[in-house]
């Protein structure tokens, strides 16, 4: 038996630890944390110095013991868990469950997984760092003080299962204030103008005129002036510049570049960089720090100087003032800068060379730039023009490395500029006025949202990415799908002596991609602000991120920071909940003309409804579904009134009735038992029989068998994962191995008995008679499968071991709970 416990939260850190370390120490996981506050309880004693209860899982309790087990036979244990607060708190539970002796416990952190910092670590060991256990407490609890005191109000105030958060409902509340800021806005169009010049050489270049026309008349009477006009340099402006690297990456930077450049989501960067880190090739991806060791800035200048030669290497050491940074003290950076490209799957290969860029462009020499401004003047008026040039005189760390931009208002860099003199006669070849509108604020995409929590000091690194994938689960904001309208404008035309105009279009308001919230959204949002405004507040919950780092450095202490803060939350929430009005966010569009009733748009307990009548008629209100691109804020009365139209009825075809609605896919023809999407651009509004019959046939002949294997007919189709044949219920890929559109009875049962063998491997154990099975699943875990309920088992849970009654218990929780039904006293 090894001599040494070294306990890690992650398997895959075990791993590699265990590369590095000898025969007498044995790595063991703790899969996360062990214990935690009690999922369905408040679990927090708020009489009693809001002291947290917590428990053990029952799916960790024989990890527990295997790690107790493991405990009990070394001579010291090695608590690895990573370096913020929330490692330290996972390492104070595993002392605190496993009972761990403190004469033969020690602590031990590291910024990498490398040979080097692990024997660095293990020759410096400390103690558990109260002061960080105690600020992850304060936010541990706090986070739950808040979610379990506001969400059961939301519950009767709004609707069931919503949930309210510190951190998330301010993230929700920035992209609320900006979808309004861009519902308020309104554009105003000027017109710019641009010209096209010629030098004597016969060389053209572009130039711009800083003064807008407010009307086409004016931009029209400007080009007029220049009819016939003679034009000529008027001032040649050269300036040397320089452009300096952008520090090495953050938390948030990481985030922000990968969302940019290789259209990772937030929380895929993280699971990416996780991986990274957990194989030893990068430091730890949780980080407020801009600095980089001394070891690293010499290792980044080696490969600078072997790779690019000395003039492109100068080293540099980068300070970040970042409030309340936490406590890993180096940035994001490869553990090894020789190595440019490791062997690694696709994502995780993109980032690694992302973040092995961004580190040895931080370390190289400045670009050397040339800016040249060109003005040019006409003898028909008093107006400038000017030219902007760019020429890179000595390229630097631009060799390596260009940082992206998020404001998508910035033009692309002019290029170089043709040799020209002072005095010089230029030659017009066009000239235009184009009319351009004022465009409002831009949605938050993920990136530029984490950007902004972070100016604002609202979170800090290990929160952004759940925060964001929170809010987006729990529908209150989803990433938009419109791809935008045509708008039309205008552009005036000076060309070989006469001005002509045209009319052109650009495509505006694009959603594609971005933050927008959704009607339970911005319901949510408004009813917390205006009853809990502190909470709400963007100062209050960055104040917030400062008493936790005041509690981290031994400043505060962490149950005193509690009570201020609970003794006027607490009266808020009951006041709230017993004085507050209900929120829908009905609005009243107008009358219906047939009956002389009330029509309006409000939540429902099933989404968006518009709703003619109100509960106080003698009739029963009629009821509407907003269309999935219909919101409660802008929906006007004609649109709601359509909505009573369906669902359709279009006639007859073979015996069956064809209606056309919406569902939460789209618009669709229901023929029988059939759902057939419309194509992309048609409207359940405005489709015929002859269209739908149309559609029907052609669904019916892509569901035709094409074959029968062992008595059972093979249909084809292509659905969200791609072509696939359906045999006995049973759903099979067609890869591109396969020539989809023609094949052979070969390939048909191929790939059936491909399926039914892959099928048979992944079942480990089964109650026919039950109806429940045990397969496997991904990362070497198990799911237990009951009809459509599925419970994920942790990796420590072995399947064979599991009894039917603990099979049965763990279904049954679950399952959801049937809501309650009350009747009303009259």
């Known amino acids: 038996m090894a001599k040494n416990l070294v306990i890690v939260e992650s398997p895959a850190k075990a791993k590699t630890i265990e590369r590095f370390l000898g025969k007498d120490y044995k790595v063991a996981s703790s899969f996360g944390h062990i214990a935690d506050l009690p999922s369905k309880e408040l679990g927090v004693d708020v009489e009693n110095g809001f002291t947290p209860k917590y428990t053990v899982d029952k799916e960790k309790k024989s990890l527990v013991k295997q790690l107790k087990d493991l405990a009990a036979k070394a001579e010291i244990i090695w608590l690895a868990s990573d370096e913020d607060r929330e490692g330290e708190a996972i390492s104070w539970h595993l002392a605190e469950a496993l009972k761990l002796d403190k004469a033969k416990t020690k602590r031990i952190v590291f910024n990498s997984i490398t040979k080097r910092a692990i024997q660095k670590a293990i020759d410096n060991p400390r103690d558990i760092d109260y002061n960080l256990v105690n600020a992850q407490q304060a936010r541990r609890v706090l986070d739950r003080l808040v979610g379990y005191e506001l969400s059961p109000v939301l519950w009767k105030k709004i609707k069931p299962g919503l949930s309210a958060g510190r951190v998330q409902s301010v993230a929700v509340r920035l992209i609320v204030e900006r979808e309004r800021e861009i519902e308020a806005f309104t554009p105003v169009a000027a017109y710019r103008i641009v010209a096209q010049f010629k030098t004597e050489k016969g060389v053209a270049f572009a130039a711009k005129m800083s003064k807008t026309f407010p009307t086409k008349e004016a931009a029209q009477a400007f080009l007029q002036e220049n009819l016939g006009a003679n034009f000529q340099i008027a001032t040649i402006d050269k300036k040397p510049a320089k452009k300096s690297p952008a520090p090495p990456f953050t938390t948030s930077t990481l985030q922000q570049e990968a969302s940019r450049k290789l259209y990772f989501s937030v929380s895929r960067t993280m699971q990416v960089a ?115 040039g760019e020429v890179i005189r000595f390229d630097g760390f631009l060799k390596v490395y260009r940082e992206g931009v998020d404001d998508e208002n910035l033009e692309e860099q002019e290029g170089m500029l043709p040799a020209m003199n002072t005095g010089e006669a230029v030659a017009l070849n066009y000239m235009t006025a184009t009319e351009r509108f004022s465009k409002p604020p831009f949605r938050y995409a993920e990136a530029s949202l984490v950007k902004k929590l972070e100016e604002l000091g609202i979170g800090r690194p290990s929160t952004y990415a759940p925060t964001i994938s929170t809010i987006q689960n729990r529908g209150y904001v989803e990433k938009g799908t419109v791809e935008g309208t045509e708008r039309k404008y205008a552009q005036l035309l000076l060309e070989n002596g006469t001005i002509a105009e045209k009319g052109l279009t650009e495509k505006v308001g694009s959603e594609k991609g971005k933050l927008v919230p959704t009607d339970i959204g911005l319901i949510v949002n408004d009813f917390l602000v205006a009853n809990f405004e502190s909470i709400l507040d963007y100062h209050f919950t960055a104040k917030v991120e400062d008493h936790f780092d005041a509690v981290a450095a031994g400043e505060e202490d962490w149950k005193s920071m509690m009570e201020d803060f609970y003794k006027d939350f607490h009266p808020n929430v009951k006041e709230v909940e017993e004085n507050a009005e209900r929120a829908s966010g009905e609005r009243v569009l107008g009358v219906d003309p047939k009956s002389g009733k009330q029509v309006s748009v409000r939540l429902g307990r099933f989404g968006p409804m518009v709703q003619i009548g109100t509960v106080d008629d003698e009739e029963k209100p009629q009821f509407a579904s907003l269309l999935p691109d219909q919101s409660i804020g802008t929906l006007t009365f004609e649109e709601a009134m359509t909505l009573f139209e369906l669902p359709r009825n279009l006639g007859v075809y073979e015996g069956e009735e064809i209606l056309t609605n919406v569902g939460r896919f789209g618009p669709y023809v229901k023929f029988g038992k059939k759902f057939i999407s419309l194509a992309p651009g048609e409207s359940a509004f405005d489709i015929d029989l002859d269209r739908a019959i149309e559609l029907i046939k052609e669904k019916q002949k892509a569901d035709a068998p094409i074959t029968t294997y062992k008595g059972n007919d093979v249909t084809k189709g292509v659905g969200r994962f791609g072509p696939f044949i359906k045999w006995d219920g049973m759903f099979i890929n067609v890869n591109k191995k396969y020539d989809f559109d023609n094949l052979s009875q070969a390939d048909i049962e191929e790939l059936i008995e491909a399926k039914i063998k892959k099928e048979a491997e992944k079942l480990v154990r089964e109650w026919p008679e039950e109806g429940i099975r045990i397969e496997k699943a991904r990362w070497g875990r198990h799911n237990i499968i009951k009809g459509r309920t599925k419970v994920e088992l942790t990796k420590d849970v072995d399947p064979l071991a599991l009894e039917l009654d603990a099979v049965k218990e763990l279904i049954e929780k679950k399952k959801p709970k049937k809501r309650k039904t009350t009747t009303k006293k009259k």
């Not at 880190?277 to 980080?287: F, K, S, V």
């Not at 030669?309 to 090894?336: C, L, V």
């Not at 060379?353 to 190289?364: G, P």
């Open 274 to 388: 996780q991986r990274l880190y957990e194989a030893g090739l990068i430091t730890y991806m949780r980080t407020d720090s801009v600095n980089l060791s001394p070891e690293a800035v010499n290792a980044a200048a080696d490969a600078i100087v072997s790779n690019y030669g000395e003039k492109y290497s100068n080293p540099r050491n980068f300070t970040k003032n970042a409030k309340g940074a936490q406590e890993a003290h180096e940035a994001i950076r490869p553990t090894d800068m020789k190595l440019q490209a490791p062997n690694l799957e696709r994502d995780q290969a993109k980032l690694y060379e992302l973040i092995w860029k961004r580190t040895l462009a931080s370390q190289m020499s400045d670009a050397q730039l040339e800016r040249t401004q060109v003005k040019i003047k006409a003898n028909t008026h008093n107006e400038l023009f000017s030219a902007n």
